[in-house]
């Protein structure tokens, strides 16, 4: 479908539902309360409190963060980033606005991240390697390997974990039509650090 064809559906009155992911901190608050609804208004123009309204659910979670959905019942500025750090006292990874309470964790899954880009990065270097090469071998550490491998992008500050996964366009008596797109590639890679998916 073009994107004139989306437009179209939006100036024809058709309703439009998203749906995010999210890495955040783990709270005590978002342990023994795993999924809701947040109600609190936010600021809006001119200074007036705006409803706003999000259901979320925990997909997973390990000791310090957790994986969650987000589905926005209404459409604030910054309403997920600041629902997750207000109502759940679990703001998202990368988040220098409303987040970084907890530097520490922040900090410790940076440095997490950073090493499993490392291995991978690695374990690539050496299988581009022809076979047989003294470069291929998994104990091999060289000048040359060195090299390649700070040449790899390491993250000096961790990147927003908020990524809009789905996107639902609805017209009156019509089939609704769905949009997916992938996380970012810092999102994938702690996701596939931590074992975690999303469906």
């Known amino acids: 479908m073009k994107l004139s064809s989306f437009a179209q559906m939006l100036s024809a ?5 998203r749906e995010y992911i999210a890495v955040v901190e783990k709270s005590d608050h978002l342990a023994l309360n795993p999924q809701g609804v947040i109600k ?7 200074g007036s409190l ?7 659910r925990m997909l997973h979670s390990n000791d310090a963060v957790a994986l969650m959905q987000l589905t926005p019942q ?3 500025k910054h309403q997920l980033r600041i629902h997750c ?6 703001p998202m ?14 900090r410790k899954v940076l440095a997490d991240l950073n090493m499993f880009n490392s291995q991978i990065d690695t374990a690539k270097w050496q299988s581009d390697q022809p076979a047989g090469s003294a470069y291929a071998r998994a104990d091999q550490t060289t000048a040359d390997m060195q090299d ?16 809009c996964q789905t996107v639902c366009l609805q017209k009156p008596r019509q089939q609704a039509i769905s949009v997916t797109a992938e996380p970012s590639q810092s999102m994938q890679t702690l996701m596939r650090l931590f074992k975690w998916r999303t469906a």
């Open 50 to 56: 705006q409803p706003a309204t999000t259901l979320y």
């Open 40 to 46: 609190d208004p936010l600021m809006g123009p001119g």
């Open 148 to 163: 390649d491998l700070e040449k790899s992008s390491a993250l000096s500050v961790m990147p927003l974990q908020l990524h």
């Open 74 to 76: 209404t459409g604030r």
């Open 93 to 106: 990874l990368g988040d220098a606005r409303y987040g970084m309470t907890r530097n520490d964790v922040q």
């Open 13 to 17: 009155g058709a309703t439009v539902q």
């Open 85 to 90: 750090a207000r109502a759940l006292s679990a």
